[in-house]
């Protein structure tokens, strides 16, 4: 962007682009990892009789800590890990960006390592609080080769090491294994290993979480937003040490999460079951878009998530994005050359997006 010259704008910041994936008409949305079921009648109902409740009380500032939702938030990742954590092993905010960017503002003093290509707003955040950010090297296939990864966390000691799994764009998953391996160099170093798991329920993987008690320098980050279907209410939390989520409060916003947020995610959760009984629908929906594209003689980087990223096609991908999207479908150009990204649709979105690839390819 072209600044005007009569505004501050800190010089680091002047060449940065706002994040944001395009926001268009389209019959079928598959850029933005989006869950396609929304909230059922019942859970809509539920969620409207919780915020007329907390709506009688809106002129009062709501719960800073708010602690029943990370005492249901345990709740869940203890029947989901067999984990025995309590709400002082959580911190909860505004979307899983707000918890990157606490993060950075808590501990982001040293340098910042990540394997990129991976979640693109670890590096747009670590530039826009003003911590160095480093780029760590992945195998040709996008995946992480764990031996580089050590060698560059000895190299760079960083005070962060992020690693995303299932990673953000293309997929693949990080073992519970090759994550212990990566916390113990991390240990060495004096940093924090935080693991990004916005796609962790669509994974087969153990979580980093288990590692927690015994590893208290690595830290998770989950969203609601994906298999809870959770999006538009904007809720991310950190499972972590109690000193990391005491370091939290230190940088924290004041009330920085509504009362009606805490609300809606409260009944969310008490509704867990049926909002997680779509994850097997998308990774079953995944499995078939994966075969229907490698009919079509393409190829698909392994995913544990609920979107794949493929490649083979001829035409550039900023070409054929368009061209998607003439047809009405809207998937994501990730900024690697020769690949798309695709989400993970309902049955009627996967099938005008295969109709249509098949007619431009």
Not at 27 to 48: D, F, G, H, M
Not at 340 to 361: D, P, Q, S, Y
């Amino acid at each position: 962007m072209n600044w005007p010259a009569w505004l501050p704008l800190r010089a680091d910041l002047a060449p940065l682009s706002p994040y944001g994936a395009p926001q268009v008409a389209s019959t079928a949305a598959l850029n933005t990892n989006e869950n396609p079921y929304p909230p059922s009648a019942a859970l809509q109902k539920a969620i409207a009789d919780a915020v007329l409740l907390v709506a009688a009380d809106l002129n009062r500032y709501p719960d800073r800590d708010a602690t029943l939702l990370r005492q249901k938030l345990s709740a869940y990742i203890n029947e989901l890990s067999s984990m025995e954590f309590s709400e002082e092993n959580i911190w909860a905010a505004n979307g899983s960006n707000e918890i990157i960017q606490s993060i950075f503002l808590a501990f982001g003093d040293g340098p910042v390592l990540g394997f990129t290509p991976s979640y693109s707003m670890h590096p747009l955040i670590a530039k826009v609080t003003g911590s160095k950010w480093i780029d760590g090297q992945r195998n040709s296939d996008f995946s992480l080769n764990v031996e580089k990864a050590v060698a560059q966390i000895q190299q760079h000691k960083p005070a962060l090491t992020f690693i995303t799994t299932p990673n953000n764009p293309t997929g693949g998953a990080v073992t519970i294994e090759e994550i212990k391996v990566l916390a113990d160099a991390v240990a060495k170093v004096g940093g924090l290993l935080v693991v990004d798991e916005a796609y962790a329920e669509f994974s087969c993987e153990i979580s980093a979480a288990t590692l927690i008690p015994n590893y208290p320098h690595v830290i998770v980050i989950r969203t609601m937003s994906k298999a809870f279907a959770f999006a538009g209410a904007r809720v991310g939390y950190l499972i972590c040490d109690p000193a990391v989520k005491d370091a939290m409060m230190l940088v924290r916003l004041p009330y920085h999460l509504s009362a009606l947020t805490q609300a809606a995610a409260c009944v969310a959760l008490d509704f867990k079951d049926e909002l997680l009984g779509f994850v097997s629908t998308l990774r079953q929906s995944r499995q078939v878009l994966e075969d229907c594209l490698h009919e079509m003689g393409l190829a698909t980087i392994p995913s544990s998530a609920n979107f794949i990223l493929f490649t083979g096609f001829s035409a550039d991908a900023p070409k054929l994005w368009s061209e998607l999207l003439s047809k009405g479908v809207l998937v994501r150009d990730v900024g690697l050359a020769g690949y798309l990204r695709v989400t993970i649709g309902n049955e009627a979105e996967n099938k005008l997006f295969i109709t249509a690839l098949k007619e431009l390819i």
